[in-house]
């Protein structure tokens, strides 16, 4: 029964780091999906968010 308990650990933790592998991928897929081609509307540093002139 301890096999078994090894496997199933086992098992769940693979399944587990494919769900993480998972969710990565879709959403660095949304973040080139909504960051468009053109130059500066991608998602920008929230440090250098203020306007460069007020």
């Given amino acids: 029964s301890a096999r078994n308990r090894a ?3 086992r ?3 693979a399944v587990g780091a494919g769900a993480v592998a998972l ?3 879709i959403g660095v897929g949304t973040w080139l ?3 468009g081609d053109e ?3 991608g ?6 968010s ?3 002139s007020p």
């Fill in 7 to 9: 496997a199933t650990r």
């Fill in 33 to 35: 999906a909504t960051g």
């Fill in 50 to 52: 203020a306007p460069a």
């Fill in 43 to 48: 998602p920008q540093d929230t440090r250098n």
């Fill in 11 to 13: 098992r769940r933790i």
């Fill in 39 to 41: 130059e500066g509307t």
């Fill in 23 to 25: 969710v990565a991928a």
